[in-house]
């Protein structure tokens, strides 16, 4: 069983940045895909981006150049950078893992942690 606990979201003007964190516990962190999902008020959770545990990296196309996803496997820790926010990426920011073999979609994950709430102000 891996416990996820997110950190690190907050309010930011448009053009901001903000760095999410997610912390592991339980498992082997490193042969986890990390991923990391939003939701936004009235919409379907979606995915934003995955980590597999190679290190290759996967985006959403909203966020391709924005946002960078990263990982310390000595620390058991996800991080999303997210830099020149705009208003339409605010929403709660959920962090998964999975052993499966797919990244993109919620069922593909197996471990979720809370959320974190991210707002962008016009």
């Known amino acids: 069983q891996v416990q996820l606990v997110e950190s690190g979201g907050g309010l930011v003007q448009a053009g901001g940045s903000l760095r999410l964190s997610c912390a592991a516990e339980g498992g082997t962190f490193s042969i986890y895909t990390m991923g990391w999902f939003r939701q936004a008020p009235g919409k379907e959770r979606e995915f934003v981006a995955a980590m597999h545990r190679s290190g290759n990296a996967y985006y959403a196309d909203s966020v391709k150049g924005r946002f960078t996803i990263s990982r310390d496997n000595a620390k058991n820790t996800a991080y999303l950078q997210m830099n020149t926010l705009k208003p339409e990426d605010t929403g709660i920011y959920y962090c998964?893992?999975?052993?499966?073999?797919?990244?993109?979609?919620?069922?593909?994950?197996?471990?979720w942690g809370r959320g974190t709430q991210v707002t962008v102000s016009s």
């Open positions: 998964a893992a999975t052993r499966l073999g797919g990244f993109v979609r919620r069922a593909d994950y197996e471990y």
